[in-house]
């Protein structure tokens, strides 16, 4: 059974930082390309970033260019997301998705999610 586990969200003041971690488990996460998405209160969830499954090419949402980065490490079947500077705009659940195609097969899985907000 293929687990998505989000940890490190919290509360945090304007201009602070927070780091968000997602372990994967029961599948092989070097093969997948990784991404954070955020779904604010009566908003769609919207992609934050990416990263390919080696790690070498990331891909972020222009709101989020320059203050927010997205990392792996494939020994430890984990992503990261590392968020500074923030803002109150970033506050949100923010969710872990794994997405891979083999053999013309999509696989998709998306972990609980973990509330960051961001307030005075």
């Known amino acids: 059974q293929v687990q998505l586990v989000e940890s490190g969200g919290g509360l945090a003041q304007p201009g602070g930082s927070l780091r968000l971690s997602c372990v994967v488990s029961?599948?092989?996460?070097?093969?997948?390309?990784m991404s954070w998405y955020r779904q604010a209160p009566g908003k769609e969830r919207d992609l934050v970033a990416s990263?390919?499954?080696?790690?070498?090419?990331?891909n972020y949402a222009d709101s989020v260019k320059g203050r927010f980065a997205i990392s792996r490490d494939n020994a430890k079947n984990t992503v990261y997301l590392q968020l500074n500077s923030l803002k109150p705009e970033d506050t949100a659940v923010y969710y872990c998705?794994?997405?891979?195609?083999?053999?013309?097969?999509?696989?998709?899985?998306w972990g609980q999610g973990t509330q960051v907000t961001v307030s005075s």
């Open positions: 029961g599948t092989t996460f070097s093969t997948y390309v």
């Open positions: 998705n794994a997405v891979r195609r083999v053999l013309g097969i999509r696989n998709n899985y």
């Open positions: 990263i390919s499954n080696t790690g070498d090419s990331t």
